[in-house]
Structure formats: structure tokens, C-alpha cells
């Protein structure tokens, strides 16, 4: 995830999150909780509430 742009990715997922697959998920989440150790602190509540939303659709 070098060179990402957190907020660009997190508008990303959160636009695509309905259409994407138990495997998805189960990236999607990791790669989250990667950004979330990196990211400025004013973006941790919504990569908070998007992880919220991945666990939810994985039944977590």
C-alpha cells in the first residue's frame, strides 16, 4: 500500500463495499487495519466505521 492515498482508498472501499467477495473482504479488512496504524489521526474514525461495515458483511 505504498503511496496510497488513504482517503482516496478509503472513499474507494466504502463505494464498492456491497459488490465485493468473502475473499475481498477478507483483504480488504487486513489491508484496513494496515492503513489504520499509518494514517493521520483525523482519518482513524472513518477507517473505524468502514472496518465496522467489512466485519459486518463478513459476519464478524
Known sequence: MN????YGYLQQVSGQLER???DQLNRVLDELEYLYEV???ELQELADGLMQRV???LGL
Do not use: M
Open 39 to 41: 494514517i493521520p489521526p
Open 3 to 6: 503511496g496510497v492515498d488513504p
Open 55 to 57: 466485519r459486518q458483511r
Open 20 to 22: 465485493l467477495d468473502q
